[in-house]
């Protein structure tokens, strides 16, 4: 849980929260053509209840947030650039709506998918 | 802004390679202006051109893009991050000798996924990409092969996101497509072609906001839809041989209001973005824009000393123009300043702790944007009708509007008071009308202060005539350029008739939708359609340069901007420009300089 002090109390953020924002984040940058299964257990596991916060695992860390995203990138972009924009998208996104501040953002880049081959 | 002048007279002063089939006109060959000839098909080395031109171009827009940025992450680098991608796509080509287009496409697609920067250059090197693609290799391109391109182009970049989004870059580069494919069928020459394409980029760009609520509510368009028309834009002003040093498009980009703290988005890189807790005891002071004209501007100088002012400074121009926008506690100094340096235009000062008030209040009004009269000796009355027209008259720095019009004429007493009421001497009456003339001069010649009529017949005239003050002359040069702005306008009315009559051969029936071109009756008929297309053929489009169109207050916004459609289609290569006049009786103000 990501905690955070005011006046009147504390608000409490779930990983499950973040991870929501943070998928939504990524499906939607330039670039990404789709959000990986982290691995097959886990696709299989999810099969089922395929939620919003799919490709994104979310650790709290010593109370910093850590975000990784594994997503499928279109062939024949810069990858680096598309990586990049990824990082910034979701941490921003989540800082925005959540109040809680990303101190990393991982991608994961699990495939590539060709949609044009030249 | 030394360095991309520079490498704009470059680019212009290439002489014509004795051993390239080029079908682009080079410098040699004086494109410049209506006695060019067509431009039929573009080789390899052509291309290279106009990519050199799209970079050099965004060069002068980079400030300005970057300033709209504000999806999907608001860190102001769309204009940086396309620049550095163009930069590295013309990498590619800058030293290659190759003739066939195909291959300099190919190379561009590749220099530009190279040095792709940011979410807007990996979007740009698809484009490109698709663009390259669909030119195979093909030794030139023509018309037909462009629309082509540029939907393979827009194609391309839709398949790199699961979820388009509207309103960016991605809806811009469709419709840009879109109009290539409208105008194919009717011309093959690729200025004409390419300009009906920028011109409807143009129009999609300032859709943007209404399609994606973050920018209404930063109150600017895309950053990277409106970097794309840039680049589109360079490609034609070299085609027209224009140079690509000048910057009216690029205040335009600059008009568009700066971001203006809306709570969510709490960033503290900037004093726009301060989260409003931050707001200090001096409170928000004002916002203001104006155009210095002038000779021999040193726009480096000006910026500095602009930015001793105030913060939030961008001071952006050539030696002839230059447009400044700050923020100041006293927006006085900063005027002061710029009319020390040449004439002042399109002065604009905001009160933000007025629109911070207003934002706390939680209205969602536009910023207050309230005219400053300069400090200067000659000051104008004008007689107008209408919220917009007022607003309009109001931006060119109007010292005092007077209602009136057809049907409701000021009287002397008014025009008087008008007069005496301002803080200048010297005061210029613009009537704007045939009927107000009489009254306004009967003004003049009553008032103690030194007052000359410039007998403006119509609002276009008017606005005309406004534009010529020039705050550094004396008034009797003044009336003299304010008769010659007005007299090279030409004004079209349309209205509708009150009563039956035959007049200058036509007949008239009360009712009917009737069409002046320079107050003589050309047209009626039962459509605004019907009396157009005459009065537009009377006005002589093919001579002038920008038809625009003042809507009245009983048309629909998108009946006007249908209209402009269907004369964008009969006229590709006019450049219009519709504004909401909201003037009574009329439907439509036309004028064409």
Avoid: C
């Avoid at chain 1, 990524?26 to 395929?50: C, D, M, W």
């Avoid at chain 2, 391109?149 to 827009?154: G, K, N």
């Amino acid at each position: 849980m990501s905690k955070s002090e005011t006046g009147l109390g504390w608000i409490e953020v779930s990983p499950d929260a973040i991870a929501t924002i943070a998928s939504q984040a990524a499906a939607s940058t330039y670039g990404v053509v789709g959000i990986a299964p982290k691995n097959l257990a886990n696709e299989v596991a999810h099969i089922f209840q395929r939620d919003a916060r799919h490709g994104v695992e979310v650790r709290v860390q010593d109370g910093r947030v850590v975000i990784d995203v594994y997503v499928i990138v279109e062939y024949g972009t810069r990858i680096v650039s598309v990586a990049t924009s990824i990082m910034d998208l979701v941490k921003f996104d989540v800082e925005r709506a959540l109040g809680v501040e990303v101190a990393q953002v991982n991608v994961h880049v699990e495939g590539l998918r060709i949609s044009d081959p030249d | 802004m030394k360095e991309e002048q520079l490498l704009a007279e470059e680019l212009f002063d290439h002489s014509p390679q004795p051993d390239q089939p080029l079908t682009v006109p080079t410098r040699g060959e004086k494109p410049v202006g209506r006695s060019r000839s067509a431009v039929l098909a573009v080789d390899g080395q052509g291309l290279k051109r106009l990519i050199e031109a799209s970079l050099s171009w965004l060069r002068h827009h980079q400030a300005a893009i970057n300033s709209l940025n504000v999806f999907p992450v608001p860190d102001g680098d769309t204009g940086t991050n396309m620049l550095l991608t163009m930069q590295s796509a013309w990498d590619e080509i800058a030293d290659s000798p190759e003739q066939n287009v195909g291959v300099v496409a190919h190379s561009v697609a590749h220099g530009a996924l190279m040095g792709a920067r940011g979410n807007s250059g990996v979007i740009l090197s698809q484009l490109w990409r698709g663009f390259a693609r669909s030119l195979g290799n093909k030794q030139t391109f023509t018309v037909a092969d462009l629309a082509q391109a540029l939907q393979e182009a827009s194609d391309t970049a839709y398949r790199g996101v699961i979820k388009p989004v509207e309103g960016t870059i991605l809806t811009v580069a469709r419709e840009a497509a879109l109009a290539a494919d409208q105008v194919t069928q009717q011309n093959g020459d690729l200025t004409v072609a390419l300009d009906y394409i920028v011109g409807q980029t143009k129009q999609a760009v300032a859709r943007t906001p209404s399609q994606l609520p973050v920018l209404a509510e930063a109150g600017v368009v895309d950053a990277g839809g409106q970097g794309l028309y840039v680049i589109l834009e360079a490609m034609l002003r070299y085609l027209r041989g224009e140079s690509i040093s000048k910057n009216e498009d690029l205040e335009m980009a600059v008009d568009l209001k700066p971001v203006f703290p809306t709570g969510h988005m709490e960033q503290t890189h900037s004093d726009a973005f301060a989260p409003i807790s931050a707001a200090d005891d001096a409170g928000y002071g004002y916002d203001v824009q104006f155009i210095i004209v002038g000779q021999h501007l040193d726009v480096e100088r000006i910026r500095q000393e602009i930015d001793a002012m105030g913060d939030s400074t961008m001071v952006v121009g050539d030696t002839e123009r230059v447009k400044v926008h700050v923020h100041v506690p006293d927006p006085g100094v900063p005027i002061s300043y710029g009319a020390g340096r040449g004439s002042l235009r399109d002065v604009v000062v905001e009160d933000m702790q007025a629109q911070y008030n207003e934002y706390i209040l939680g209205r969602s009004s536009p910023p207050i944007s309230s005219p400053v009269l300069p400090d200067q000796d000659i000051l104008t009355v004008a007689v107008v009708s209408g919220d917009g027209l007022t607003r309009v008259f109001e931006s060119l720095g109007v010292g005092k509007v007077i209602a009136g019009g057809q049907t409701m004429n000021p009287s002397t007493q008014e025009l008087l008071d008008a007069v005496e009421s301002l803080p200048a001497e010297k005061l210029i009456i613009l009537p704007n009308n045939p009927n107000v003339i009489m009254a306004a001069r009967q003004a003049a010649e009553l008032s103690k202060k030194q007052v000359v009529v410039v007998p403006t017949r119509t609002v276009p005239q008017g606005i005309a005539a406004l534009l010529a003050l020039n705050y550094q002359a004396d008034l009797a040069d003044n009336e003299r350029f304010m008769n010659a702005a007005a007299d090279e306008v030409e004004s079209g009315e349309i209205t509708t008739a009150t009563r039956s009559v035959e007049l200058d051969g036509i007949r008239i029936t009360q009712g009917d939708i009737i069409g002046l071109v320079n107050e003589r009756l050309v047209a009626s008929g039962p459509t605004v359609e019907h009396v157009l297309w005459p009065m537009l053929g009377k006005m002589d489009l093919a001579e002038r340069e920008i038809l625009t169109l003042y809507f009245g207050d009983g048309v629909e916004p998108e009946a006007a901007e249908l209209l402009t459609v269907r004369i964008a289609e009969r006229f590709p290569g006019q450049e219009l420009e519709l504004i909401d006049g909201g003037q009574p009786h009329y439907h439509y103000l036309l004028s064409v300089e």
